[in-house]
């Protein structure tokens, strides 16, 4: 009896926030990603990385998000590092497998198979310059690639910073070259102590990519497109 009723509930849950997710224009992120239901309506604004760029003012703490959709409906990472004051940083690191375990289900939590793992480290001065040395290598400080396109069925990386005072915005997707040239993903699972292994990229095929964009498919996956603008997320590109 308790299984049906928590299925139910979870069914309620998931299709009420499977759509929010799909609305490009969901409620701003101004914090909260740890609750299931905060990431699945606020998703996009967490990527844009919103409350960065609110937070962004002079004299601002440097502080970063960098994003890996391992295929959205397989896997999420999320790294968050802000500045210390004393040359490191706080980094806060996620990791999700997705279609969770429902053995997990309980109706005290009927989404705790969709959260984070999550893990907290104190980097040192060496290692968070070393960090920012590799972002810079991977073309974070440049221009963002305006009209680059990402599908929640690829691999890529989305970031958002605030450096100096001044937010910075990029995105990387698997396999084009500046993808393949990144360095700062493997800095970044060194420090990753959540225990979900990478997801690694692989090739993904063109029709996965136009097969019920922008809604629910068949077998209950989300499929959804983003697009690059000139500082940050455009919205969904026209195909």
């Not at 604004?45 to 391992?70: H, K, M, Q």
């Not at 964009?213 to 983003?226: H, P, V």
Request: net charge neutral; charged share 20%; proline share 6%.
């Amino acid at each position: 009896m308790e299984n049906a009723v928590v299925r139910g509930l979870l069914a309620a849950v998931l299709t009420t926030s499977a759509a929010a997710l799909l609305g490009l224009s969901a409620c701003a992120y101004r914090g909260g990603i740890d609750n299931p239901v905060v990431r699945k309506t606020q998703w996009f604004s967490y990527l844009d990385g919103d409350d960065i760029r609110t937070y962004c003012v002079e004299n601002a703490p440097d502080r970063y998000r960098l994003v890996y959709n391992g295929r959205y409906d397989e896997q999420l990472r999320s790294y968050e590092l802000t500045a210390d004051g004393a040359g490191g940083a706080s980094l806060t690191s996620r990791a999700m497998q997705k279609r969770g375990d429902l053995t997990e289900l309980t109706l005290d939590d009927v989404l705790a198979p969709w959260r984070w793992q999550k893990a907290e480290t104190q980097l040192k001065p060496a290692d968070f310059q070393a960090f920012q040395q590799r972002l810079e290598a991977g073309g974070f400080y440049a221009v963002a690639p305006a009209g680059l396109r990402l599908h929640s069925s690829e691999f890529y990386w989305i970031a958002s910073g605030c450096r100096g005072g001044q937010f910075y915005f990029g995105a990387w997707l698997h396999p084009q070259a500046p993808f393949q040239r990144l360095s700062f993903p493997d800095f970044l699972y060194a420090k990753d102590t959540t225990g979900i292994p990478v997801n690694p990229p692989r090739p993904v095929p063109p029709a996965e990519k136009y097969r019920n964009s922008g809604r629910n498919n068949d077998d209950g996956e989300i499929s959804f497109w983003l697009q690059v603008g000139e500082n940050g997320l455009g919205g969904v590109p026209n195909l």
